[in-house]
């Protein structure tokens, strides 16, 4: 991760979403094609949700630079595992953040299975495409177990998007 990239995750670590979103908008107006700063940008754009009033929602107009980061990212990124990962997952809790529901609830899917057939080795991409079937209950177990190890090495780091992932997709119970 860039110098600055850093910094700008360190900030969501300490809350300061403002100084976040407007470092990330221009650290990515100069790195566009770097995953590592889409990825998290588009990370912060869908996370905050949660945790931001609505005034600052409307006003950097999230919803719209989200379903553009999407379109950037799908442009400059597609044939990346993580990429359609992270967006197929993203999109699959909140399909209607990008518009009809049905459409990018079906699109999520893909992006998941797209992830699958460019990274057939990762097991942290077939859990969470498992996870939604309710017929193969022995191998998403498996698959949780298999993803552990490589969850919390990948996601060790600070930042919303790392904290996020360890969480959700650590799924082996205690």
Known sequence: ???ELNRIVELEEKKEFDLAFKSY??????NSDDFDVWKHFYFFLWIIIEDMPNEFIEKINRENRLQKMFVEGKANFDGNAEFNFIVGYTMSIFPYEFGNYEVYEKLSKELITNAIN?????????MAYFGDLQDKPSEYEELKLKSLAII???YNGIGLLNKYFRQVLNRVKK
């Open 1 to 3: 991760m860039n110098s």
């Open 25 to 30: 908008e221009n650290l990515y107006a100069t």
């Open 118 to 126: 460019i990274d057939s080795e990762n097991p942290i991409y077939k």
């Open 152 to 154: 919390l090495k990948k």
